[in-house]
């Protein structure tokens, strides 16, 4: 996480919480050792957020301070509301953690839109202790435009290794598919996430050839879920 996010992601703990927060409690929540959150601590101080406690003690936000509202209506909040929530049906696991944090975030400046309930079926958890491929890490070597080398069981059985020039991914109701230009095959193919028995973020970058890449995948496959205002 970034340290600008996890900077808010304090303040938003300290906000909701009702008693002093240890440390130890603020590292188990962000991931990161007690010293962090020291040196995070210290930084809010740093910048005047109204933070007040102690090693060994606990931390705590003045009463009062507050961060600028959302200005979402009441339609919206219920979107946002049900959008996050279908995260879970995504199985991707860092993203329903950064679904969770963005309700909370919402939450603390709007009524609870609670009463829209999702049904959590859908595509397989991306469970690392399942030996199931990290879809993070898919989105990072999307994001990054690098090279990915990937094992891969097809529907007949088949195990192939590949590298891939990975483009985009689309979330199905039942499975998710990694979109790329395969070196293997010479073209753009399709991959789910439930039959990769391995993924490897590689060094060797694609960025300047990505952009093109990607509108040709998009104009020839069609792929075009984008909303338009």
């Given at each position: 996480m970034p340290r600008s996010n996890r900077l808010f992601e304090i303040i938003q703990i300290l906000r909701a919480a009702r008693a002093p927060v240890r440390a130890e409690d603020l590292a188990d929540k962000l991931e990161v050792s007690k010293r962090t959150v020291y040196r995070d601590i210290a930084a809010l101080q740093a910048m005047r957020t109204p933070v007040e406690g102690e090693a060994g003690v606990g931390y705590m936000l003045r009463k009062g301070y507050d961060l600028?509202?959302?200005?979402?209506?009441?339609?919206?909040?219920?979107?946002?509301?049900?959008?996050?929530?279908?995260?879970?049906?995504?199985?991707d696991g860092a993203l329903q953690q950064a679904a969770a944090r963005v309700s909370r975030k919402i939450a603390n400046v709007h009524d609870s839109a609670d009463w829209l309930q999702v049904a959590p079926w859908g595509a397989p958890q991306d469970d690392p202790e399942l030996a199931c491929v990290s879809i993070a890490l898919l989105r990072r070597a999307v994001r990054s435009a690098r090279k990915?080398?990937?094992s891969y069981v097809?529907?007949?059985g088949q195990q192939t290794t590949r590298v891939l020039r990975p483009l985009g991914l689309i979330y199905h109701v039942d499975c998710t598919l990694l979109a790329?230009?395969?070196?293997?095959?010479?073209g753009f193919r399709h991959f789910r996430t439930d039959r990769m028995?391995?993924?490897?973020?590689?060094?060797?970058?694609?960025?300047?050839?990505?952009?093109?890449?990607?509108?040709?995948?998009?104009?020839?496959?069609?792929w075009n879920y984008i909303f338009s205002p």
């Open positions: 600028p509202p959302l200005n979402f209506d009441e339609e919206e909040i219920e979107a946002l509301h049900v959008g996050l929530a279908m995260l879970i049906r995504t199985g990915l080398g990937l097809d529907k007949e790329g230009w395969c070196e293997l095959r010479g028995l391995g993924a490897e973020l590689l060094d060797q970058s694609f960025a300047e050839e990505a952009p093109a890449l990607r509108r040709l995948w998009r104009e020839q496959e069609d």
